[in-house]
């Protein structure tokens, strides 16, 4: 089961409820209709069954390891299963099933519906963590000590969901899953730090591309680029690459961009006489006046207080 990136797929069937998935999975009826945990061992699907791409109402956090033959595909990876990676997706994305992840995987699947914390400040929290984007490449691979605290968490959550209700239970859950997604976030930022080679490749390839943009007039064509546009060219979902940026650099993508574009300003300020709107149109602005709140914004001065400051 992984997230899909194929647009051109058959439309995905609409499970609205963590009901119907226990029943389209084959699994028994779940303690809670709006919490589930459940393992990958529980799912009981006869041989032929054929499993069609699915999206949902409710949040999917999932953990998967020791996939059949050592390895096993997320996304359009391959990934060797001695340790555990986890991925997250949010309501209304695609899963997209495969029955190598349905045979020989261990690991569980935790799924909640936005009405369990609705009230509480996790329901505007989670929309931060912005993992619940990443496409599925970009996995979160576990140590055995980070799925050691993952796996704490979701044997109270399961207890939790298991016993009976009190006055207690909702918020016990919460907590727990509170601490789920800020352990997980945690792990992310260790994973971005660990891959410094991999991530120092990307940054390199952004700022290629940030060249090869400014250089050929595109900005004049075609406008500022945005964020999903560089994340699609260096083929990473926008939210990986501005997380990946902010722990690497302090920065955002947009803000990596933004510095670009205040470069190449204070460049054509200093050096030609071009007009600030004739600098505005060169640089993708539609608007001078967008152009003039950008740069007083992150230089404290207007394009013109800059300029004369030459002279």
Same mark, same amino acid.
């Given at each position: 089961?992984?997230?899909? @990136?194929?647009?051109?797929?058959?439309? &995905?069937?609409?499970?609205? +409820?963590?009901?119907?998935?226990?029943?389209?999975? =084959?699994?028994?009826?779940?303690?809670?209709?709006?919490?589930?945990?459940?393992?990958?061992?529980?799912?009981?699907?006869? &041989?032929?069954? *054929?499993?069609?791409? *699915?999206?949902?109402?409710?949040?999917?956090?999932?953990?998967?390891?020791?996939?059949? %033959? %050592?390895?096993?595909?997320? =996304?359009?990876?391959?990934? #060797?299963? #001695?340790?555990?990676?986890? /991925?997250?997706?949010? &309501?209304?994305?695609?899963?997209?099933?495969?029955?190598?992840?349905?045979?020989?995987?261990?690991?569980?699947?935790?799924?909640?519906?936005? #009405?369990?914390?609705?009230? /509480? &400040?996790?329901?505007?929290?989670?929309?931060?963590?912005?993992?619940? +984007?990443?496409? %599925?490449?970009? $996995?979160?691979?576990?140590?055995?000590?980070? @799925?050691?605290?993952?796996?704490?968490? *979701?044997?109270?959550?399961?207890?939790?969901?298991?016993?009976?209700?009190?006055?207690?239970?909702?918020?016990?859950?919460?907590?727990?899953? #509170?601490?789920?997604?800020? /352990?997980?976030?945690?792990?992310?930022?260790?994973?971005?730090?660990?891959?410094?080679?991999?991530?120092?490749?990307?940054?390199?390839?952004?700022?290629?591309?940030?060249?090869?943009?400014?250089?050929?007039?595109?900005? *004049?064509?075609?406008?500022?680029?945005?964020?999903?546009?560089? $994340?699609?060219?260096?083929?990473?979902?926008?939210?990986?690459?501005?997380?990946?940026?902010?722990?690497?650099?302090?920065?955002?993508?947009?803000?990596?961009?933004?510095?670009?574009?205040?470069?190449?300003?204070?460049?054509?300020?200093?050096?030609?006489?071009?007009?600030?709107?004739?600098? $505005?149109?060169?640089? =993708?602005?539609?608007?001078?006046?967008?152009?003039?709140?950008?740069?007083?914004?992150?230089?404290?001065? +207007?394009?013109?207080?800059?300029?004369?400051?030459?002279?």
């Amino acid at each position: 089961m992984y997230k899909s @990136e194929n647009p051109n797929m058959k439309a &995905p069937e609409k499970i609205s +409820s963590i009901s119907s998935l226990h029943q389209f999975l =084959g699994l028994k009826k779940p303690s809670h209709p709006l919490i589930s945990v459940f393992n990958f061992d529980d799912v009981k699907l006869e &041989p032929d069954t *054929i499993l069609s791409a *699915i999206t949902t109402d409710f949040y999917v956090v999932a953990l998967k390891k020791d996939c059949a %033959g %050592g390895k096993c595909r997320y =996304g359009q990876q391959y990934y #060797d299963f #001695d340790e555990g990676i986890m /991925y997250f997706i949010a &309501p209304h994305q695609v899963l997209q099933f495969e029955d190598v992840l349905l045979n020989g995987v261990r690991g569980f699947v935790l799924a909640i519906h936005p #009405d369990f914390f609705q009230g /509480y &400040p996790l329901a505007s929290q989670i929309k931060d963590y912005g993992y619940f +984007s990443y496409a %599925g490449n970009e $996995a979160l691979n576990l140590s055995e000590r980070e @799925e050691k605290s993952i796996m704490d968490i *979701i044997d109270n959550i399961s207890r939790e969901t298991d016993a009976n209700m009190d006055a207690f239970t909702q918020d016990l859950l919460v907590s727990n899953l #509170d601490l789920l997604l800020k /352990y997980c976030d945690r792990f992310y930022n260790r994973q971005f730090l660990t891959r410094k080679k991999v991530n120092n490749d990307l940054l390199t390839r952004m700022e290629t591309l940030l060249d090869d943009y400014f250089k050929h007039d595109q900005l *004049i064509m075609n406008g500022i680029p945005s964020v999903h546009f560089i $994340a699609d060219q260096l083929n990473v979902s926008p939210n990986y690459l501005s997380d990946m940026l902010r722990v690497q650099t302090g920065q955002t993508t947009q803000q990596h961009i933004q510095n670009r574009l205040i470069e190449r300003a204070k460049e054509l300020l200093s050096t030609t006489q071009m007009s600030v709107s004739e600098i $505005a149109y060169h640089l =993708g602005f539609e608007h001078p006046q967008s152009f003039h709140r950008l740069f007083k914004n992150r230089t404290t001065v +207007s394009p013109l207080e800059f300029r004369a400051s030459f002279n």
